[in-house]
């Protein structure tokens, strides 16, 4: 009986227990909902980081918030991977814009990825089209032309034409820039346009030509290399421009020796540099010249954080080359003698690379060597993305790790770093 009454109990617990509720269609929304809601909240705090940090440091655009965010749609693709080879001739330029290639050809241009994938590609039609890159942004125009473009990884930003005829171009890193063109009642002409495209300096050079342009970081001044003759000598000059002021601040004479390009490497400080020039200054007196004794500059590259490499033909041989390294200030860091032809050299994020006739040599920002690759013969240019390098060659684009030897390299250490 007790048994009987036990197991009457339990059927009466079993049949008070509630019944479990279905979950409704409003829950399965909120359950799709919370997650959408937290995307946008982490997407909108990267708005605000980016946004703030480009009011401090003036370096970030609404074109790179944009490139950043269409990377990320693109980005579950990739492309056949390298070799990328070109469908009919050698491009004209082919340049670093941000971790990717711009490939510049004067019927028009396209981005490369990591992955040889086309991220963007425009058409234009320029005799002689040319390009320079700066804080993930490209300003591509025809030398000898009145047009230019300036463009992002993944879109034309805008395009201009101009009612004189183009001499050179250059971009800043806050969007201005600096256009040389011929000039009508004068030799040449300074033409300077901030990042909403409004004319905001003009200058006249009465008789010299202007060569090279640069803007500075906060798109504030500019400075510009200049060449002309007087009683049958060439002479060179580089002036620098405060945009307060209607004539160039400041006068640099080089005499005789060109100087083919000025650069911003440090705020308001100017790397000239040319076959039998390297200079850096900053301000009336702030002079540093290079002593390149009998030596003459071969090939030079900046990287985006002011670091410079430059190459030096060692008494003017084509064989022995000397590889050297500077600070944003001038101060050298490094020298490596280099036993073969340089062709091409370039450096990122503390590395460099370094293409000879038949090696990609690596080295870090001390002058060690780090890796050495066997290269085409037919090998252009070089351009160093940290980990990985790509060599252009006459047909295509290869891509090599920027660490690690296949073969030993023919180089030499000549002086320790310092």
Same mark, same amino acid.
């Given at each position: 009986?007790?048994?009987?009454?036990?197991?009457?109990?339990?059927?009466?617990?079993?049949?008070?227990?509630?019944?479990?509720?279905?979950?409704?269609?409003?829950?399965?929304?909120?359950?799709?909902?919370?997650?959408?809601?937290?995307?946008?909240?982490?997407?909108?705090?990267?708005?605000?980081?980016?946004?703030?940090?480009?009011?401090?440091?003036?370096?970030?655009?609404?074109?790179?918030?944009?490139?950043?965010?269409?990377?990320?749609?693109?980005?579950?693709?990739?492309?056949?991977?390298?070799?990328?080879?070109?469908?009919?001739?050698?491009?004209?330029?082919?340049?670093?814009?941000?971790?990717?290639?711009?490939?510049?050809?004067?019927?028009?241009?396209?981005?490369?990825?990591?992955?040889?994938?086309?991220?963007?590609?425009?058409?234009?039609?320029?005799?002689?089209?040319?390009?320079?890159?700066?804080?993930?942004?490209?300003?591509?125009?025809?030398?000898?032309?009145?047009?230019?473009?300036?463009?992002?990884?993944?879109?034309?930003?805008?395009?201009? !034409?101009?009612?004189?005829? =183009?001499? $050179? @171009?250059?971009?800043?890193?806050?969007?201005? *820039? &600096? /256009?040389?063109?011929? +000039? #009508?009642?004068?030799?040449?002409?300074?033409?300077?346009?901030?990042?909403?495209?409004?004319?905001?300096?003009?200058?006249?050079? !009465?008789?010299?030509?202007? =060569?090279? $342009? @640069?803007?500075?970081?906060?798109?504030?001044? *500019? &400075? /510009?290399?200049?060449? +002309? #003759?007087?009683?049958?000598?060439?002479?060179?000059?580089?002036?620098?421009?405060?945009?307060?002021?209607?004539?160039?601040?400041?006068?640099?004479?080089?005499?005789?020796?060109?100087?083919?390009?000025?650069?911003?490497?440090?705020?308001?400080?100017?790397?000239?540099?040319?076959?039998?020039?390297?200079?850096?200054?900053?301000?009336?007196?702030?002079?540093?010249?290079?002593?390149?004794?009998?030596?003459?500059?071969?090939?030079?590259?900046?990287?985006?954080?002011?670091?410079?490499?430059?190459?030096?033909?060692?008494?003017?041989?084509?064989?022995?080359?000397?590889?050297?390294?500077?600070?944003?200030?001038?101060?050298?860091?490094?020298?490596?003698?280099?036993?073969?032809?340089?062709?091409?050299?370039?450096?990122?994020?503390?590395?460099?690379?370094?293409?000879?006739?038949?090696?990609?040599?690596?080295?870090?920002?001390?002058?060690?060597?780090?890796?050495?690759?066997?290269?085409?013969?037919?090998?252009?240019?070089?351009?160093?993305?940290?980990?990985?390098?790509?060599?252009?060659?006459?047909?295509?684009?290869?891509?090599?790790?920027?660490?690690?030897?296949?073969?030993?390299?023919?180089?030499?250490?000549?002086?320790?770093?310092?």
């Amino acid at each position: 009986m007790k048994e009987e009454k036990k197991k009457a109990v339990n059927n009466n617990k079993k049949s008070e227990k509630k019944p479990a509720k279905k979950r409704s269609s409003g829950s399965v929304g909120r359950g799709i909902i919370i997650p959408v809601i937290k995307v946008i909240l982490v997407v909108a705090v990267v708005l605000i980081l980016l946004l703030v940090a480009a009011d401090r440091f003036g370096n970030i655009s609404f074109s790179n918030i944009g490139d950043y965010f269409s990377g990320l749609v693109s980005g579950a693709k990739s492309g056949s991977g390298y070799p990328y080879y070109f469908e009919s001739n050698t491009p004209d330029n082919v340049i670093k814009i941000g971790g990717n290639l711009l490939v510049v050809k004067n019927d028009g241009a396209f981005v490369l990825d990591s992955t040889a994938k086309k991220i963007s590609e425009s058409q234009f039609t320029y005799s002689n089209a040319l390009a320079q890159s700066v804080n993930s942004r490209a300003i591509i125009y025809d030398a000898g032309g009145v047009n230019y473009r300036v463009v992002s990884k993944t879109r034309l930003l805008y395009e201009k !034409a101009l009612d004189s005829k =183009i001499i $050179t @171009a250059s971009l800043g890193k806050d969007g201005s *820039a &600096a /256009v040389a063109v011929r +000039g #009508t009642s004068a030799m040449s002409r300074l033409l300077v346009y901030n990042k909403n495209q409004k004319l905001v300096y003009d200058w006249s050079c !009465a008789k010299e030509n202007i =060569i090279s $342009t @640069a803007v500075s970081d906060n798109g504030k001044c *500019a &400075a /510009v290399s200049i060449v +002309g #003759t007087e009683n049958g000598e060439l002479y060179s000059k580089v002036l620098f421009f405060d945009f307060d002021y209607s004539e160039p601040l400041y006068v640099y004479d080089f005499g005789e020796k060109i100087v083919a390009r000025v650069s911003f490497v440090n705020g308001n400080r100017i790397m000239a540099s040319g076959e039998k020039v390297l200079s850096f200054i900053k301000g009336e007196k702030d002079k540093e010249d290079i002593d390149l004794s009998l030596n003459t500059l071969s090939c030079i590259y900046t990287a985006e954080d002011n670091m410079t490499v430059a190459v030096l033909s060692k008494y003017g041989s084509s064989t022995v080359k000397i590889l050297k390294g500077y600070s944003k200030s001038g101060r050298e860091l490094f020298s490596v003698e280099i036993n073969s032809n340089v062709r091409s050299v370039s450096c990122s994020g503390g590395y460099i690379s370094v293409l000879t006739d038949r090696q990609l040599l690596s080295f870090n920002k001390r002058g060690k060597s780090v890796g050495s690759s066997e290269v085409p013969s037919d090998g252009i240019s070089c351009f160093t993305n940290g980990s990985s390098t790509y060599v252009l060659t006459t047909g295509s684009v290869e891509k090599y790790r920027t660490f690690g030897k296949s073969e030993k390299a023919n180089t030499t250490q000549s002086a320790q770093a310092k």
